[in-house]
């Protein structure tokens, strides 16, 4: 059963600019969360989408913003970029209650 | 207040011996559950143990144990014979509520990490 797969695995972008990352989960998981993971804040939760629909979303600014597909695949977005968005940004999937698993994550670098 | 605290940030554990990672949590809600994960250099995170808050037994997966206390709001990861390989940082997360419409609630918040280095 293969993994949840993130694209790409690195970037590098300027200040400015806008990116797009994209997830693929899990086959048959219908949940896709983002998490975005810097040295000064940690672990950051920024949104969740279920069936199409985003359920949660954590304290980020406007500017980042996602999507899920008809085939559970979800994307992110991060317009305007600013050096503070450098980061690992990971996507994780889940089905049952107890799980939700990682991919390896895309690490964005801003300059 | 921090939800989740793990108040080590490096441990040292020698090969072979079992070490517990410490992680408190904060949360008014009855309904909960509690993860770990394990972060490599290589930056994916690996789940490695799920306790829900109504469990009745403490969550065991191979050589990983959670030591679930809930009156004091603990939920430690206890790894046994401990390997060169679980070099890592840890995590500590929670989820809070129970299934959200549709399926279950995946917005987790994390704790800052344990840093954990086992010699040889």
């Known amino acids: 059963k293969a993994g949840v797969t993130q694209t790409p695995r690195y970037l590098i972008k300027t200040r400015g600019q806008q990116v797009t990352l994209s997830c693929s989960p899990i086959?048959?998981?219908?949940?896709v969360s983002w998490y975005q993971q810097t040295p000064g804040q940690g672990l950051q939760f920024l949104f969740e989408?279920?069936?199409?629909?985003?359920?949660n979303k954590g304290n980020f600014p406007g500017r980042f913003s996602g999507r899920q597909f008809s085939n559970s695949r979800s994307e992110m977005n991060v317009s305007t970029l600013e050096l503070g968005d450098s980061a690992l940004y990971l996507c994780a999937t889940g089905q049952g209650i107890g799980e939700l698993f990682f991919g390896e994550g895309s690490r964005l670098t801003v300059l | 207040a921090q939800k989740i605290t793990q108040t080590q940030p490096g441990m040292f554990v020698q090969e072979k011996e079992a070490v517990t990672l410490d992680c408190t949590y904060d949360t008014s809600d009855p309904s909960y559950g509690l993860f770990w994960y394990k972060q490599p250099s290589s930056g994916e995170m690996i789940f490695l143990i799920y306790?829900?808050?109504?469990?009745?037994q403490n969550a065991t997966e191979g050589r990983y144990s959670l030591n679930f206390q809930k009156a004091r709001k603990s939920a430690n990861l206890v790894i046994s014979a401990s390997q060169l390989g679980d070099s890592a940082m840890y995590f500590c997360?929670?989820?809070?509520?129970?299934?959200?419409?549709?399926?279950?609630?995946?917005?987790?918040?994390f704790g800052k990490g344990t840093l954990l280095t086992v010699n040889p």
């Open positions: 997360a929670m989820r809070e509520g129970g299934r959200g419409s549709g399926g279950s609630n995946y917005k987790l918040t």
């Open positions: 086959s048959g998981h219908r949940s």
């Open positions: 306790q829900g808050s109504y469990d009745q």
């Open positions: 989408y279920f069936s199409e629909t985003q359920r």
